[in-house]
């Protein structure tokens, strides 16, 4: 079957591999993970021996080296699984935590986090929203001050995905502070002292991602996990922004795909008004105009992805698609929830769970109000 004008053979190959693991090593057991706020450590190192880690990575560090597109595949396959919780997980790991270090890291830090990173042994996870600054990145008050041959972090992050379980946290910090975009990051092991996780946060959804605030008091960070250029690191959080709404909106367009595909099983064989519920002409063409925006988003998806590939800046297609395809998996699961009647709404029903976890997805990564003014802003003529 022909996706889509951007697929390849490779990364078919992909697709297939992560369908096969998510049915074989995740939907047998996402429940209990549900329950237990976590995923095991145990299947994330079982995705770093099968390479699902290192798709972005480069190949002279042990990476398979692949784009953008790589990443839509991968992301909107994972989103399938049901389990947006599990997804976020991975794709933290994958693609909003891990590309910081293999674009920015010095070669020491290739060598001393990269091959822990890519096999699955080091967990990663993205620090820059603080109590007071969300998608405002500039607005964050965590400073980092010099202390002899290395720093002292001090403030609070919020809303921190793999910050419980995690081990290599990626921490944005004000470095000048008369510079409002004074900010540099820095590789921050789990376990420094000063460095502690505040509280576990208790969500709405995503139930099987760990998610924190984390605490710095006097958190002491040598010279050497400085990462990339000092004070550049504001733009750097900018640049991977773009990765990050991209593999987003592929969770939203897999999810909705997937809620899509069981509705239709459950309309087609629920019976009433002495037929099947697809037999009612509101609840088919509903579903059928919802498969249409499905189509329609993914299309914007991979042509954004394939700008982001040719190095073209895709910002106002990325956020365009990132404030649509988030938008519309919450729309679609809703028709779904609906379509399923009184056990949708039932916490046993796969579709009450979906329906719950899309919520996050128009507010994580940058909320639809900022992504409509990023592409508001580039349509001035």
Same mark, same amino acid.
């Given at each position: 079957?022909?996706?889509?004008?951007?697929?390849?053979?490779?990364?078919?190959?992909?697709?297939?591999?992560?369908?096969?693991?998510?049915?074989?090593?995740?939907?047998?057991?996402?429940?209990?993970?549900?329950?237990?706020?976590?995923?095991?450590?145990?299947?994330?190192?079982?995705?770093?021996?099968?390479?699902?880690?290192?798709?972005?990575?480069?190949?002279?560090?042990?990476?398979?080296?692949?784009?953008?597109?790589?990443?839509?595949?991968?992301?909107?396959?994972?989103?399938?699984?049901?389990?947006?919780?599990?997804?976020?997980?991975?794709?933290?790991?994958?693609?909003?935590?891990?590309?910081?270090?293999?674009?920015?890291?010095?070669?020491?830090?290739?060598?001393?986090?990269?091959?822990?990173?890519?096999?699955?042994?080091?967990?990663?996870?993205?620090?820059?929203?603080?109590?007071?600054?969300?998608? @405002?990145?500039? #607005?964050?008050? /965590?400073?980092? &001050?010099?202390? %002899? =041959?290395?720093?002292?972090?001090?403030?609070? !992050? +919020?809303?921190?995905?793999?910050?419980?379980?995690?081990?290599?946290?990626?921490?944005?910090?004000?470095?000048?502070?008369? @510079?409002?975009? #004074?900010?540099? /990051?820095?590789? &921050?092991?789990? %376990? =420094?002292?000063?460095?502690?996780?505040?509280? !576990? +946060?208790?969500?709405?959804?995503?139930?099987?991602?760990?998610?924190?605030?984390?605490?710095?008091?006097?958190?002491?960070?040598?010279?050497?996990?400085?990462?990339?250029?000092?004070?550049?690191?504001?733009?750097?959080?900018?640049?991977?922004?773009?990765?990050?709404?991209?593999?987003?909106?592929?969770?939203?367009?897999?999810?909705?795909?997937?809620?899509?595909?069981?509705?239709?099983?459950?309309?087609?064989?629920?019976?009433?008004?002495?037929?099947?519920?697809?037999?009612?002409?509101?609840?088919?063409?509903?579903?059928?105009?919802?498969?249409?925006?499905?189509?329609?988003?993914?299309?914007?998806?991979?042509?954004?992805?394939?700008?982001?590939?040719?190095?073209?800046?895709?910002?106002?297609?990325?956020?365009?698609?990132?404030?649509?395809?988030?938008?519309?998996?919450?729309?679609?699961?809703?028709?779904?929830?609906?379509?399923?009647?009184?056990?949708?709404?039932?916490?046993?029903?796969?579709?009450?769970?979906?329906?719950?976890?899309?919520?996050?997805?128009?507010?994580?990564?940058?909320?639809?109000?900022?992504?409509?003014?990023?592409?508001?802003?580039?349509?001035?003529?």
């Amino acid at each position: 079957m022909l996706r889509n004008v951007h697929m390849t053979e490779e990364l078919e190959a992909i697709r297939q591999q992560v369908e096969r693991f998510v049915a074989q090593e995740v939907v047998p057991h996402g429940e209990a993970w549900e329950r237990e706020g976590r995923v095991p450590r145990e299947v994330l190192r079982r995705m770093g021996q099968l390479g699902f880690f290192s798709l972005r990575a480069p190949q002279e560090w042990g990476g398979l080296g692949l784009g953008p597109i790589a990443s839509c595949v991968f992301a909107e396959e994972l989103g399938r699984s049901t389990f947006a919780g599990f997804e976020v997980t991975v794709l933290v790991h994958t693609d909003m935590a891990s590309p910081h270090l293999w674009r920015s890291g010095s070669p020491e830090q290739l060598r001393r986090f990269l091959p822990g990173v890519l096999s699955g042994e080091i967990v990663t996870a993205i620090a820059v929203t603080e109590p007071d600054a969300g998608s @405002d990145v500039a #607005g964050m008050r /965590t400073t980092a &001050v010099r202390d %002899g =041959r290395g720093w002292r972090l001090d403030g609070t !992050k +919020l809303f921190i995905t793999n910050a419980v379980h995690g081990d290599l946290v990626i921490v944005a910090a004000r470095t000048r502070p008369e @510079d409002r975009y #004074g900010i540099s /990051t820095f590789l &921050v092991e789990k %376990g =420094r002292e000063g460095f502690s996780v505040s509280r !576990k +946060l208790e969500k709405h959804g995503w139930l099987s991602s760990d998610t924190a605030e984390l605490s710095f008091r006097g958190c002491y960070v040598p010279e050497e996990n400085l990462l990339g250029v000092e004070h550049r690191g504001f733009y750097e959080i900018m640049k991977n922004f773009q990765n990050e709404r991209m593999v987003l909106s592929a969770m939203a367009v897999g999810a909705a795909q997937k809620g899509i595909e069981l509705t239709l099983a459950w309309t087609q064989g629920r019976r009433a008004f002495g037929g099947t519920l697809y037999d009612r002409e509101a609840i088919r063409q509903r579903l059928a105009m919802d498969q249409a925006q499905v189509d329609a988003a993914r299309a914007g998806l991979y042509h954004a992805a394939w700008l982001m590939e040719a190095g073209v800046d895709a910002t106002k297609a990325v956020s365009g698609v990132k404030a649509f395809a988030c938008e519309l998996a919450n729309r679609v699961l809703y028709d779904c929830l609906q379509f399923h009647g009184g056990l949708g709404y039932m916490r046993e029903s796969t579709i009450e769970r979906m329906a719950r976890d899309a919520r996050v997805l128009p507010i994580g990564g940058g909320a639809t109000e900022v992504m409509l003014e990023e592409v508001a802003k580039r349509s001035i003529v």
